[in-house]
């Protein structure tokens, strides 16, 4: 560890030194009334410099060579300006005022910016927001230029154009996201690293990784997709790291309100209301929001309400200090109508055998970001973020196919409670005529996670309460986690078209378990012939380095290769080890996760008319932790999963995404229409390579689609915005043995399944928006999961068809002054 801390002062000390007789240039964006631009870009035309504008409306190129360049600055709304200039001394600036575009140029913009864009997809720059991307695939989803029905956050439109991506659908208002990416499995998206604006937002990033929130898509700005070989910034997981970014309140009024009223099938209600502006001559921007969410579900027994909560203030303490400020709130409690076995399935997809199970979740996430730029190469970002939430399970836990007599509830309850600060600093230098960038940061993390399950009571309600609080009948522990990391990557270009990005990351992980379980066995009659408490104390404290490797080769500006491999590491989930429940049971003696991810992929761009990307890889999953079929003794002879380290897997694949402007096509469409049309393939081989079981030697993988196909067409006027799009995911199993079917329905084929949604809008104003959306046009009934646990056990049927008809509300403050003024006069 002292090696890596002197390696890393003296690296550091060396770039901060090095000599660079390059010039620079900085300056600033601001509005005709003096305040800040912001997300918005300054490029040097026909180069490849360029850069994004800060939250305070700076800019600045460290390192550039010294001649004559056009500097473009321009935002979405916001007229271009260009400007000629010399570099030919150190230091240069050059500031810039943009003024709003007249309505007729702003409809044209917001279309001719949309076609350049892949339906809602775009690329990171190589460094950007304290994150170096270069030799990465990543994927921006901008939320503002997809058509989807961001009112039920519908995961199929939303992330339809990521490659690679097995999505599950428990239920039809998007409260739980479930996303998996390159054969790993959608569990409430646990193979991510999922954050919100940076920091994390899963119930324990080290314990127990796994989303009980999903951010409203309607408060959404972007969604950053990062694959596999974010491990070294983010974090050790194979999956890579998905970050939403919230909207921000705009920079040229004090205040505009946003209302979104949705009203659908089933009895479904969205209210979703925003506030956000600048303040303080500048200073001072703000953002909140409040969404409530309701309905009946398509199936009895599947009531559900929601509220989330949310605000930011980001204050600019000078021009280069910046301090954040957020807090986030979300509540919900949904009942659960449970699992089906095939056969009920096959009758009717819509009945419940459950009526008395429920789910709540209540999350509290707090965060205080602040970034310093010390100058023009160097800056410091410092995310302090915190979380105390709950999440609490009442109902029968039997197998779907035995009745529900009534009985004592399972309760099972979970408590998170997590403090962390990440800490990044970047640095841009020169090494000849070539600029290089520094990554180095440290995380430190402390969580603690509580798991109780016994029983409740036996009523049909939700009454979250143990009957025996102190001497509970399931187990009890208490499961504190400590992490301290240190990072660095490096992004070293070698000339204009070739660079190479190594990175390390050290950790050391203390987890532990302190608590008990019961053994509790009784004969024919129910008596209570056994009643053993069985008490354990469990720590591990390992240490160790991942490594990781990436190149990038841009041929020209519109053709680019790259490629990485990325060390991974997952350590095992103490908190569910002794969870009590029939349908599966969980090795005592599980072992982390270790293995690696490679990926090589070329990407291009033809005439700003068709864009494609296509990405081969491989991931290696040693003591991959999976789910065999085994069978209880006599006198049970019942079947279960039993989770353990199965094997070790091999998942080898390819992706492609390909999207084509039609409407450029021999122009063949107005010019302020826009016609495109996208391709999203994946073909994944995932199978166990290594394994003491010979039930599951050289089987397929669990959870792993073989071959998924989605396509969408997006049309777009300066009145309306259509989109349609079409998924199909092929047949895969649910466990490693790859039974095709069992009993309980906790095992067995995940049938193929066809399913498409189409959205519509209109423009009926500058402030007012009509949108209406279905989901499942063509009614297909299919399911994507089998639950071992809730919300079954079973077959979980996903929605039917359903529509919602949305209308938008959008009034900015000055727009209602003038109005006012003008009818008072």
């Given at each position: ?260 009223q949705t009203y659908g099938i089933n ?398 096509l021999n122009n063949w469409l107005p ?43 997006n049309y777009l006027t300066q009145k ?106």
């Amino acid at each position: 560890m002292m090696k890596f801390f002197t390696l890393l002062l003296v690296f550091i000390f060396f770039t901060l030194n090095a000599d660079a007789q390059t010039a620079s240039l900085n300056g600033k964006v601001k509005n005709a009334d003096n305040s800040p631009i912001q997300n918005g870009i300054v490029a040097l035309k026909n180069t490849r410099y360029n850069t994004p504008i800060s939250q305070n409306g700076d800019y600045s190129f460290p390192n550039i060579p010294q001649g004559n360049y056009t500097v473009v600055a321009f935002a979405l709304g916001k007229q271009n300006s260009e400007q000629n200039i010399t570099l030919d001394k150190p230091i240069n600036t050059q500031n810039f005022t943009l003024q709003n575009l007249t309505d007729r140029l702003l409809n044209e913009v917001v279309v001719l910016a949309q076609q350049d864009k892949a339906f809602g997809i775009v690329r990171l720059n190589s460094v950007q927001n304290f994150t170096l991307y270069e030799g990465k695939k990543n994927e921006i989803i901008v939320l503002k230029n997809l058509v989807a029905n961001t009112a039920t956050n519908n995961p199929r439109q939303i992330f339809g154009q990521i490659t690679g991506l097995n999505i599950w659908e428990s239920d039809g208002a998007g409260l739980q996201l479930g996303i998996g990416g390159r054969g790993l499995s959608p569990n409430r998206t646990s193979h991510f690293n999922t954050r919100q604006n940076g920091y994390d937002i899963s119930a324990d990033a080290l314990g127990y990784p796994e989303s009980y929130y999903t951010p409203p898509a309607e408060a959404i700005e972007k969604i950053e997709v990062i694959r596999g070989a974010s491990s070294l910034q983010y974090g050790t997981q194979f999956g890579g790291t998905v970050n939403f970014q919230f909207k921000k309140g705009v920079t040229d009024t004090p205040i505009e309100y946003v209302g979104r009223q949705t009203y659908g099938i089933n009895k479904f209600i969205n209210s979703f209301n925003s506030l956000g502006g600048t303040v303080n001559n500048g200073k001072l921007n703000y953002y909140t929001f409040y969404q409530r969410r309701q309905g009946n579900g398509f199936r009895p027994n599947s009531a559900y309400n929601a509220n989330t909560a949310f605000f930011n203030l980001n204050y600019s303490i000078t021009p280069k200090t910046n301090i954040v400020l957020e807090y986030t709130y979300t509540h919900y409690l949904a009942q659960q109508a449970g699992g089906l076995t095939d056969a009920l399935f096959d009758k009717d997809p819509t009945q419940s055998l459950r009526s008395r199970n429920w789910f709540k979740v209540d999350w509290n996430l707090f965060a205080l970001h602040i970034s310093h730029k010390f100058s023009a190469n160097t800056e410091l970002n410092v995310r302090n973020f915190g979380l105390i939430a709950s999440r609490q399970s009442l109902g029968n836990l039997d197998r779907i196919n035995v009745a529900d007599f009534n009985q004592d509830r399972d309760f099972i309850k979970g408590t998170f409670n997590n403090l962390g600060n990440e800490t990044r600093l970047v640095h841009r230098y020169n090494l000849g005529k070539q600029k290089n960038v520094l990554l180095a940061g440290a995380r430190i993390y402390a969580g603690t996670t509580t798991a109780t399950q016994g029983l409740g009571d036996n009523q049909q309600g939700p009454n979250f309460m143990f009957q025996n609080p102190n001497n509970v009948e399931g187990s009890d522990y208490k499961f504190p986690n400590y992490n301290i990391s240190l990072f660095a990557e490096h992004i070293f270009n070698i000339n204009n078209k070739f660079s190479i990005t190594p990175g390390i990351r050290w950790e050391n992980i203390k987890t532990f378990a302190n608590g008990y379980y019961r053994y509790i066995l009784r004969d024919n009659a129910g008596n209570i012939v056994v009643d053993k408490i069985n008490n354990e104390k469990i720590n591990r404290n390992r240490s160790f380095a991942i490594a990781g490797l990436g190149f990038a080769y841009k041929l020209k500006p519109e053709l680019a290769f790259y490629g990485n491999i990325s060390q991974n590491y997952r350590a095992i989930n103490f908190s569910d080890l002794r969870i009590q429940n029939l349908n599966f049971v969980v090795d005592s003696n599980l072992t982390d996760e270790k293995g690696f991810t490679a990926d090589v992929g070329i990407k291009g761009n033809i005439n700003n008319i068709f864009t494609y990307e296509i990405t081969a890889f491989y991931l290696y999953y040693n003591n991959r932790i999976g789910q065999i079929l085994k069978t209880y003794q006599a006198p049970l002879f019942l079947d279960y999963r039993f989770r353990t380290n199965v094997a070790a897997s091999r998942n080898i694949g390819v992706e492609y995404f390909a999207s084509v402007n039609l409407a450029r096509l021999n122009n063949w469409l107005p010019k302020k229409h826009d016609f495109t049309l996208f391709i999203n393939t994946s073909i994944i081989d995932a199978k166990y390579i290594k394994s003491k079981e010979a039930s599951i030697q050289n089987k397929q993988v669990e959870m792993v689609p073989p071959f998924i196909f989605r396509s969408g067409l997006n049309y777009l006027t300066q009145k309306w915005r259509a989109g349609f799009q079409i998924n199909y995911v092929a047949q895969h199993f649910s466990d490693a043995t790859n039974a095709p079917r069992t009993s309980s329905a906790v095992e067995g084929i995940i049938h193929a399944y066809t399913v498409a949604d189409v959205t519509a809008a209109y423009n009926i104003n500058r402030f007012l928006t009509l949108e209406a959306s279905c989901n499942n046009l063509l009614d297909a009934k299919y399911f994507t999961r089998r639950a071992e646990s809730y919300p079954g056990p079973g077959i979980i049927p996903a929605d039917f068809r359903s529509y919602y008809v949305t209308l938008q509300v959008k009034l900015p403050y000055k727009l209602t002054s003038k109005y006012r003024n003008e009818n008072t006069n």
